[in-house]
């Protein structure tokens, strides 16, 4: 059973950058691509972007210009930079499975950290 | 790129059934049929509950049906129970130039 689990700093202050790692078990990330999803207090989902472990990447157009998505296949992780955050950026972050065969679905999530932005 | 759109908010009596519509574009819904459905119980991890379109993930209920025309994705929540009160989110690989995913702002589902 493939689990994945979200860590890095919960709280980020404004301007600065946001930095999550996703750490994959029970399956390499060799295979099948990797997304960032964001959820803020309240709000609905929003796709940030995902990953091929050959480096190929696809990013929400909203978000493209500051963040990037990398990934390290010899520690079987991959991870998120979001820059310039502010308060809207504030959100639950989920790193999820993505199955390009069975039409892009996130088959497989994380349990999610919630990463604040504030002074 | 726009969020697909759900309603807000739909409601439904134990044992009845709902139907949540997912609305998109030619470059997103309408393009493949690469539509999938998520359910979202408060405070916990959306999990999937039908990809392709209408295609249930082993375990998933029977109850959970979907379908699709044109640019309008639908998911039918049949015998409605308590515990299928949640969120619901759709979402669809898109074929803009971003070419990844868009998804639904989500539709809460009171039983």
């Known amino acids: 059973q493939v689990q994945l689990h979200e860590s890095g700093p919960r709280l980020v202050k404004p301007s600065e950058t946001l930095s999550l790692t996703c750490t994959v078990s029970g399956g390499s990330i060799s295979s099948y691509y990797w997304s960032w999803i964001r959820q803020p207090p309240g709000k609905g989902l929003e796709w940030i972007g995902y990953i091929h472990y050959s480096g190929t990447t696809k990013y929400n157009p909203s978000l493209k210009s500051r963040v990037t998505i990398s990934a390290d296949t010899s520690k079987n992780q991959f991870s998120l930079k979001l820059t310039s955050v502010t308060a809207a950026d504030t959100a639950v972050f989920y790193c999820?499975?993505?199955?390009?065969?069975?039409?892009?679905?996130?088959?497989?999530w994380g349990q999610g950290t919630l990463v604040t932005v504030s002074s | 790129q726009s969020a697909l759109t759900q309603p807000a908010s739909v409601s439904g009596s134990p044992g009845q059934s709902i139907t949540i519509s997912c609305t998109g574009t030619s470059s997103d819904v309408g393009a493949y049929n690469f539509v999938s459905w998520y359910q979202q119980h408060p405070g916990k991890v959306p999990k999937l509950i039908i990809y392709d379109v209408s295609n249930r993930p082993s375990g998933v209920s029977n109850r959970f049906s979907a379908s699709k025309s044109g640019n309008t994705a639908s998911l039918t929540i049949s015998g409605l129970q308590a515990d299928d009160e949640a969120d619901y989110y759709c979402s669809s690989y898109a074929t803009t130039s971003t070419r990844g995913l868009i998804i639904g702002g989500g539709t809460k589902l009171t039983v």
């Open positions: 999820a499975r993505t199955n390009m065969v069975r039409g892009a679905s996130l088959d497989f």
